[in-house]
C-alpha cells in the first residue's frame, strides 16, 4: 500500500541552524501539506501546497517557513533560522484532491531545537 | 476564527461497550468534518469523512453523525477492543483544523 515517507524521523539541530525536512508524498497524489504538533498539543496546520504554488498558510507559517517541491518527488519544508519554540514533531500529507478527500499523513519529524 | 473542540481529553470505558466521542465547532459551516484516530508518536490516519448534508456514516464498528444544526460531530465506537485505545482527532475540511483530541482507553 504507498504511503508517505518522511526524512529524518529525528533532527537535531542548535537555535538559529536551518533545517530541512523532507517529504515523499504518495505518488499520484496533487496536494501536499504540512502540519505540526508541539508535544502534548494539537496538530497546526502550517501549509498546503498544490501546482508547485501555495494555496493556503497558516499564522505560524512565517518568513522562516518555506516549502518547495524541488523535484517530481519531493517535498521540503525549510525553516531557516530554528527557535527552541519550533521543536515539534512535524507531519507531511497528501491527498489526492482538495475538497473532500482525506489526507494520508506520514510518520512524521521530530525537530529538537537546543 | 474557526474553533473546534472536543468535550474530553480523555474517556475510560470497559471492552465491549459503546465509545462516544463528541466534536463541537463554533464560527465556521463546514462542508464536510473528518475523523482521525492517532497512536502516540505517529501521523494521524483517517477514519471516516461525513458531509454537511449527511446525517450518518458508517464503517464497520464505527458510526459518525453530523448535526448541522448543534454545529457537532458524534464518533461512536460500537463493542470497543482494547486496540481501539488512542487519540480521535476530529477535523474541519481541507485543510484540516484539528480539535484537541480525544484520548481513548479502553480496558479489558
Known amino acids: 500500500e504507498p504511503e508517505v515517507t518522511q526524512t529524518p524521523s529525528h533532527q537535531v539541530t542548535q537555535m538559529g541552524q536551518e533545517v530541512i525536512l523532507r517529504c515523499v508524498p504518495i505518488?499520484?497524489?496533487?496536494?501536499f501539506y504540512w502540519y505540526r504538533q508541539i508535544l502534548g498539543q494539537k496538530v497546526e496546520f502550517l501549509v498546503s501546497?498544490?501546482?508547485?504554488?501555495?494555496?493556503?498558510k497558516s499564522e505560524i507559517f512565517d518568513d522562516q517557513f518555506s516549502v518547495e517541491r524541488p523535484d517530481g518527488s519531493n517535498f521540503t519544508l525549510k525553516i531557516r533560522s530554528t527557535k527552541l519554540e519550533d521543536s515539534a514533531m512535524y507531519f507531511c500529507?497528501?491527498?489526492?484532491?482538495?475538497?473532500?478527500?482525506?489526507?494520508?499523513f506520514g510518520p512524521g519529524t521530530r525537530l529538537t531545537v537546543l | 476564527s474557526q474553533k473546534i473542540e472536543q468535550n474530553s481529553e480523555a474517556l475510560n470505558i470497559q471492552e465491549g461497550k459503546t465509545a462516544t466521542l463528541t466534536c463541537n465547532y463554533t464560527?465556521?459551516?463546514?462542508?464536510?468534518l473528518q475523523w482521525y484516530r492517532q497512536d502516540p508518536g505517529r501521523g494521524p490516519v483517517f477514519l471516516l469523512l461525513i458531509r454537511e448534508n449527511e446525517k450518518e456514516k458508517r464503517k464497520e464498528r464505527l458510526k459518525v453523525t453530523f448535526d448541522t444544526t448543534l454545529k457537532q460531530s458524534l464518533f461512536h465506537i460500537t463493542a470497543s477492543q482494547p486496540a481501539d485505545s488512542a487519540t480521535y482527532l476530529c477535523a474541519l475540511e481541507g485543510k484540516l483544523i484539528f480539535g484537541t483530541g480525544t484520548r481513548l482507553q479502553v480496558f479489558p
Open positions: 505518488s499520484n497524489h496533487l496536494y
Open positions: 501546497f498544490y501546482n508547485n504554488e501555495i494555496s493556503e
Open positions: 500529507a497528501s491527498s489526492l484532491g482538495l475538497s473532500d478527500n482525506e489526507q494520508f
Open positions: 464560527n465556521y459551516s463546514p462542508a464536510y
